[in-house]
Structures are given as C-alpha cells and as structure tokens.
C-alpha cells in the first residue's frame, strides 16, 4: 500500500509536469513559427496532437488494467523525455508531427494527457476514501499553480533573445528542460512502491462499471464541448471586442482569475464533505453559469469582469471533485480505464466548439458563445444531479 511519501511523491511529479505543460503549450506553437511554418500548418499541428492526446490516454487505459501503474508512470516521464528532445533535435515537420501524436505535448496544459489518468488511479489507490477528495484538490491545486508559472516562464526565451535569428535556438533549449522535467518525474515515480490493482483486473478494460463510465463521459463530453466556447483566448477576444480592453489589463484580470480558480480548490472537499460529491459538482457549476449568461448581457466592462470573476470562483471546484467520483463509484481495477475513458472524449469534445464560437462572435450578437456556453453547462449540470444521484461513493453510504 503506498504510503504519505507516494503522495508527496505524485504532488512533485505533477508540479515538474504542470510546469513542464504550462511553457511546452505556449512556445510550440511559436517554434514552429520560428521555423516560418504556415497558420494552416501550425493549426494542423495542434489538431494531430490534440487527436494524440486522446488516443494516448485510451491507450494507458487499456494498459492499466494489467501492467504496474508505477511501471507505467516511470514510461510516461520517459516519453515526455523523448518528446522534448525529438522536438528540439528537429524541426521537420515529419519528427514534430511524430513527436506530438505519441508524445506527452497537448495543445491545451491542465488536466489533460496521458498521465492524468495513471496518476489518478494511484492517488485513489494511496488514501482511504474520507480524504480522497481533499488529495484530489491539493493536487488540482499544484497542477493550476504549477502550469501558472510554466506560462510565465515560456516569456524567458524572448526576454533573453535580442536577435530573432537566435530566437528558435532559445525555444529548443526549452524543449530541453521539458525534457528534463520529464526525466526528474520518471526518477521520481522510479521510488513509488508497486502500484498493481487491489482486485484481479476483469476480461476487459472495464467490467462491472461500464455502464457508469459510459455515462459519465457522454456527460463530461457535453461539459467540455460547452466550455471549448469559452475557453480563455475567446474569453479575451470577446472582451477586447465588446469593451476595447487592453492586452495589459487583459493579462492582469486572467491572472486573477487564476488565482481565484485555484483557490476554490481549498474548499471543495470541505463543501464536498458537508453536501456530498454530486450536489458539490451542481450546486457550484450552476451560479457559476448563470453569470457568464449574465455576463453576455452586461451593459458595461465593470459589470462583465466582475461576473466573470465570481464565475471563476465556483467553476473550477468540481474538478478535484469531479476526479474523485469517478475514481469511487468504479472498481479498483477499473480506475485507470474508467480515468481514462472519461478524459479523452473531453479532449475530443473541446476542440469542436471554439471554431464555432468564432463563427458566432462575427455575429451581431458577439456575446453568444457565452450565452450558449452558459445553457448548455446548465444542462449537463441538471443531467449529471438526475442521472447520479442516487450513485453515492463509498464515504457517503449510510
């Protein structure tokens, strides 16, 4: 059984990672620039690895189920090691393309990619059910943190280069140290004990939980297609189109937006230990959504930056909760399926609804991808409360 120290273990790991994420997703796509790469191209690129991403994450799934969880996550730190040297040793297109389609690069850092899901069948496998979902929100909270100053640190290369013919040089030396982020969590997960499934894994992936699963991730699916309006380059456009804010100004109000997303990650498994799983993923999703559809009706910038304000405060807590049900309403030998068949088809979901918020943000009505954003989040939230109810995890049966 892993102890306290394979906690903190994971905490490390996915604080290298998130930070790791937090600069490979921003200078990506400007290396590829660099390399003069068309828009066409570079946008083709994102597409094939967000399609790498969710086809990798199926992958661990399968995988497990009948392989070492820990042997499996020493693999994955070493794929993120060889996914930043493959890219910073080429700039054909041919190894780019390879390098993000099996690697460990998403187009978008955060609670996506192959080792999301290992790591959250191991954390579930590590604690007793009345503190899994206050580690959950600890490591949601490293992982927000963590990407935040990857952000940051993705600057570095231009704040250092005074040429821009020496700028592609600078960028590769960051998909170096993404190499070596990868390399420390692989030695890191090399110290965890052995991390097999509790109970014998069943004929197939997933077994007694599969119709739960399934659920779940039709559910999540439609959460994530309503969210791909929303996401935080459309937010800004819309605000720099419907107020004239500045890009200063911009960046200062997603950083706090941030910061308060990562805050409420503290207090989720308190409201989640007094009102139960479930009614913490609704009952906080609800207001939230309700006032980004306030927000597109806002009569002037004040008003529409403090709705999204309080919206950041409540939308994000369902996320540490959110990975906590579903890690308690399967089998142990289920998890790292369940985990990861519930992750792909979000990353698949999102990338359908920005080209249409787009679309609609030329309208007269530019605010509408907020408005459908907002309606369609409000649905998966009534769906999830009516489907789930009843399906109560383990700490919370009489």
């Known amino acids: 059984m892993p102890t306290q120290s394979s906690l903190t273990t994971f905490f490390v790991a996915r604080g290298l990672r998130g930070f790791g994420d937090g600069f490979a997703v921003i200078i990506l796509p400007a290396y590829l620039a660099a390399l003069d790469y068309s828009l066409a191209a570079i946008g083709a690129i994102a597409t094939l690895a967000l399609f790498g991403s969710a086809a ?9 189920r009948r392989y070492d969880l820990r042997n499996l996550l020493i693999a994955g730190g070493l794929l993120m090691a060889a996914t930043g040297l493959l890219v910073a040793s080429s700039g054909h297109i041919a190894v780019i393309v390879f390098a993000v389609m099996v690697g460990t690069l998403t187009p978008s850092a955060g609670e996506t990619g192959l080792m ?7 954390i579930a496998q590590s604690v007793e059910h009345r503190n899994r979902t206050a580690i959950f929100a ?5 992982g927000t943190l963590s990407t935040a100053a990857g952000a940051l640190a993705a600057g570095l290369p231009d704040l250092l280069t005074d040429e821009s013919s020496a700028l592609p040089d600078a960028l590769r030396s960051m998909f170096i140290l993404y190499a070596l982020l990868g390399l420390a969590a692989a030695f ?14 069943a004929p197939t992936a997933l077994g007694p939980s599969r119709g739960i699963v399934v659920k779940l991730a039709v559910l999540f699916s439609l959460d994530s297609f309503a969210g791909g309006f929303t996401v935080q380059s459309l937010l800004a456009l819309w605000l720099f189109v419907q ?9 200062l109000f997603f950083f706090c937006s941030s910061l308060l997303s990562a805050s409420s990650f503290l207090f989720a498994s308190t409201l989640a230990r007094r009102i139960g799983l479930i009614n913490t993923m609704v009952f906080t999703h609800i207001p939230s959504n309700l006032c980004i559809i306030a927000a597109a009706f806002a009569p002037n910038l004040t008003v529409a930056l403090t709705l999204l304000l309080i919206r950041s ?9 959110r990975s906590s049900y579903v890690m308690a309403v399967v089998t142990p030998a289920e998890r790292p399926a369940a985990a990861s068949f519930t992750a792909a088809p ?6 359908l609804s920005p080209a249409l918020a787009g679309i609609m943000m030329a309208s007269a009505f530019p605010a509408m991808p907020l408005l459908i954003s907002g309606v369609l989040k409000i649905a998966y939230d009534i769906a999830v409360l009516y489907t789930f109810r009843h399906v109560k995890p383990p700490e919370e049966v009489p």
């Open 56 to 64: 990798t994450t199926l992958t661990v799934g399968l995988l497990g």
């Open 116 to 122: 999301i899901p290992l790591e959250h069948a191991s």
């Open 138 to 142: 600890r490591y949601s909270l490293i």
């Open 188 to 201: 890191l997960y090399f110290r965890l004990p052995s991390l097999r499934p509790v109970e014998a894994p």
């Open 243 to 251: 107020f004239d804010l500045s890009l200063a100004s911009a960046s």
């Open 313 to 321: 405060t409540l939308s994000q807590m369902d996320i540490p909760v």
């Open 346 to 351: 979000r990353t698949l979901a999102a990338a």
